[in-house]
């Protein structure tokens, strides 16, 4: 239930000075999408009157049903603070319904609803995700063009003068809070020109908005400061790449159902399973949680991102680890993920592969407490670990075999994601790249 009304959002329009409003979605890929209007427009935006091309969108539509509705969501009203020489700008983010009025079943933001209200069936009230988000900052050439070179050689904690993106840091942590984040730490991460920012844990659909919305400003004032925000996985060759670690955790009523103060590690039962359900369809939405082809650059063994399914409390190296807190604090860490992941279908994926655990009462088996990355093949084959898909191809095969993560997306943005991401993997197979020039073309 809404808790701005729209006579709330007029009221804000007119106390904020705002001229324009930005009424915001998500297509397939995670790209946010928008349509401006002038303020004059608010009040048909409010009674859900705008209409627009769900055929331009890519995953969306054909163009013989292409007419569709923007429903604002009135609680994700937000000014943004970089004033324009026209005014103010505001944003509201909105859901997408079909002509006749019923939910878009390719709009990932009411894909993720639509699980939500499956785990609220199975008798839980909240899905809580705290990101960590990593991105790289590179410089601007003179026509404001990104190079390749990163603005500083710093690494992990490293601060001024190694760290030369503190002030950019600095500023994108002052525009989110007086956005209304609430960040709880950001420093420099372990590859030059890298950086994470973490922000305070909320309900899925709240904190998928919030990962949008940081995205958004993160590049914004990255500009400002004549930089590039990159969050692609692995922009770099032979340095770490840029995940976003999702801690989770499952509600009932205001009590988190990880928790069991009685148990010897106070993990419930409940939390095992979730894990249990993660761990066996891992596979199945990989190509979801790291959708490109640059994705898969990111997860091999060397650079602390993980690639083998298994779980530790303590270990950094398996796809999921228990981080030490524990209370309301409980939560699984799933380590896979990366930002260029459309959050909302990430979500809906991660979530119904944990309920799917609970339902079947499965077991994650025991924790893997050795350095995964020390483990030779024989070893990891004793231990029963398997790994990661190792491209966007074999991801999209595992998709493909996985009926659980598909329910999880719907057939409509199974079959067009799917689509999608095969032509990707068909145009990086098919085009020759400059290592292959450098290996082969003098010596064959």
């Given at each position: 239930?809404?808790r701005t009304t729209a006579d709330d959002i007029r009221q804000f329009a007119k106390e904020e000075n705002v001229n324009f409003i930005r009424l915001q979605i998500t ?50 009203w937000m000014v943004f603070p970089w004033a324009s020489g026209n005014g103010k700008v505001a944003r509201l983010i909105c859901d997408v319904c079909q002509a006749d ?344």
């Open positions: 239930m809404s297509d397939i890929l995670g790209m946010i999408k928008s349509v401006e209007i002038p303020v004059s427009q608010l009040d048909k935006a409010l009674d859900n009157k705008m209409m627009f091309d769900g055929s331009s969108i890519e995953g969306f539509t054909k163009i013989e049903a292409s007419d569709m509705y923007l429903v604002p969501d009135l609680d994700t009025g019923t939910p878009f079943p390719g709009d990932p933001r009411g894909n993720l609803k639509r699980v939500l209200k499956e785990m609220e069936s199975m008798g839980y009230t909240n899905f809580n995700l705290g990101p960590e988000p990593e991105f790289f900052l590179f410089k601007l050439d003179r026509h404001g063009e990104p190079t390749m070179h990163v603005n500083d050689d710093g690494d992990y904690f490293d601060f001024s003068p190694l760290d030369l993106g503190e002030d950019c840091r600095r500023d994108i942590v002052l525009q989110l809070e007086e956005l209304g984040f609430e960040v709880e730490a950001s420093h420099h991460e372990s590859a030059p020109g890298q950086h994470e920012i973490d922000f305070k844990y909320a309900d899925a659909l709240r904190a998928c908005d919030n990962i949008q919305t940081f995205k958004l400003v993160v590049k914004t004032i990255a500009r400002e400061h004549g930089l590039h925000a990159t969050f692609m996985p692995k922009p770099i060759f032979g340095v770490n790449g840029s995940g976003m670690h999702c801690n989770v955790s499952l509600f009932k009523d205001g009590k988190n159902t990880f928790y069991d103060e009685h148990a010897d590690d106070q993990l419930s039962r409940t939390a095992y399973q979730f894990m249990a359900g993660v761990l066996k369809h891992v596979k199945g939405f990989t190509a979801i949680t790291n959708p490109t082809v640059n994705s898969y650059k990111r997860l091999v063994p060397g650079y602390e991102a993980p690639c083998y399914i298994a779980w530790s409390a303590s270990n950094r190296s398996p796809v999921v680890r228990i981080p030490a807190s524990r209370g309301m604090s409980t939560r699984i860490e799933l380590r896979s993920v990366d930002s260029v992941a459309n959050p909302y279908l990430a979500l809906s994926a991660i979530l119904k592969a944990g309920l799917s655990g609970i339902e079947q009462q499965l077991d994650p088996g025991a924790p893997c407490d050795r350095n995964l990355y020390d483990m030779t093949a024989s070893d990891l084959k004793e231990a029963g670990i398997s790994v990661l898909p190792t491209d966007l191809d074999h991801a999209l095969l595992a998709l493909d075999e996985d009926t659980v993560v598909q329910e999880a997306l719907g057939e409509h943005i199974y079959r067009n994601f799917r689509d999608v991401k095969q032509k990707e993997w068909d145009s990086y197979r098919i085009t020759v790249h400059p290592w292959e020039i450098d290996e082969y073309r003098k010596i064959y």
